[in-house]
């Protein structure tokens, strides 16, 4: 696979709102929460798409693992305790252990 930018049309370049292909959040909610940070005053949109994208992976990753443990449970819906346990079962989920016990 190809390293670099991510693919942007030649339309976002002039202006006008980037459509970035594969992305299902939009990535201008994740610029404008970003700058929401005092300490962070100009966001790039290359590093709001990058942002972005891993939040997409991040959330993915998350609804997998809890959809198998609502599975396992006998249940289609995914519930709190299912979320929870799926991030009980990651180390690497451990920074969200105060939001999710």
């Known amino acids: 696979?190809?390293?670099?930018?991510?693919?942007?049309?030649?339309?976002?370049?002039?202006g006008r709102a980037p459509a970035v292909k594969g992305l299902t959040i939009?990535?201008?909610?994740?610029?404008?929460a970003m700058k929401l940070d005092p300490d962070i005053p100009i966001v790039q949109n290359e590093a709001a798409i990058m942002t972005t994208m891993a939040a997409e992976l991040f959330l993915k990753k998350l609804a997998k693992e809890s959809q198998k443990t609502a599975?396992?449970?006998?249940?289609?819906?995914?519930?709190?305790e299912d979320v929870a346990e799926a991030r009980s079962n990651d180390p690497a989920m451990s920074f969200l252990k105060s939001i999710l016990p």
Do not use: D, L, M
């Open 1 to 14: 696979k190809k390293r670099g930018k991510p693919n942007i049309p030649a339309s976002a370049r002039k």
């Open 26 to 32: 939009p990535f201008r909610t994740v610029k404008k």
């Open 71 to 80: 599975k396992n449970r006998g249940r289609n819906t995914i519930r709190y």
